[in-house]
Structures are given as structure tokens and as C-alpha cells.
């Protein structure tokens, strides 16, 4: 079991930056893809980013180029740099390690351990 903590989250304005962060422990995630992910009041939990083992970064349409997410396998870290947030990127924002390759990065079920999540509010 990888036990995760995101951090970085709370408020900021359209047009500013914020930097999202996962802290894994328990185990190195350095052979694991890992994910993002967003839940919005009222709303279904969606995928928004992903980062494979190699440091290939996979991006929701949403949000490409704007958002872009990296990791840090030395610190057993992985983080999300969101730029230019618009009101609709408001979401509680959770990171995710998938353990067992091949069922997909941008469904939830590929994945097997989840952070509690950090809130994210944008305002314009």
C-alpha cells in the first residue's frame, strides 16, 4: 500500500498559478504511473492528469496547456503546475498511484491508492 498526502491547494485568481503536490510513502512510486484527478461539488470525480514511471505526462483536453504535471522519483514525489486557472477548475484535486499497469490512466478504477485531497478554488 502507498500511502499519499497532496498539497499546495486553496485560493487563487484567474490568471495566476498554483502548484499541486503528492508525498508518497510506503513504498518508492518510482516503477508506477500516477494520476490526477478532480471532483467538483455535485459532480463525478474526472481525470485530469496522469505521469507514467517514465515521466511522460498524459493531459485531459480541459485543461492542456495549461496544466502540466511531472514527478520527482528521487524525493518520491510527483506534482501538478496549474497555470492560468479558470472558475470551472474549482475542485477538490486528489493524486493516485496505479499499481497494476493496463487498465488505463484516465479511469479511476486504474487505480489503487488515493491521497484525502486538497481544495482547489478559483476566482475570477
Known amino acids: 500500500q502507498v500511502q499519499l498526502v497532496e498539497s499546495g491547494g486553496g485560493s487563487v485568481q484567474t490568471g495566476g498559478s498554483l502548484r499541486l503536490s503528492c508525498a508518497a510513502s510506503?513504498?518508492?512510486?518510482?516503477?508506477?504511473?500516477m494520476g490526477w484527478f478532480r471532483q467538483a461539488p455535485g459532480k463525478e470525480r474526472e481525470f485530469v492528469a496522469a505521469?507514467?514511471?517514465?515521466?511522460?505526462?498524459y493531459i485531459t483536453s480541459s485543461v492542456k496547456g495549461r496544466f502540466t504535471t511531472s514527478r520527482d522519483n528521487v524525493k518520491n514525489t510527483v506534482a501538478m503546475q496549474m497555470n492560468s486557472p479558470k472558475p470551472e477548475d474549482t475542485a477538490v484535486y486528489y493524486c493516485?498511484?496505479?499499481?497494476?499497469?493496463?487498465?488505463?490512466?484516465?479511469?479511476?478504477?486504474?487505480?489503487?491508492?488515493w491521497g484525502q485531497g486538497t481544495q482547489v478554488t478559483v476566482s475570477s
Open positions: 493516485a498511484v496505479d499499481l497494476y499497469p493496463g487498465r488505463g490512466w484516465s479511469s479511476g478504477t486504474g487505480y489503487d491508492d
Open positions: 510506503g513504498r518508492a512510486i518510482t516503477s508506477y504511473a
Open positions: 505521469v507514467g514511471w517514465s515521466g511522460a505526462p
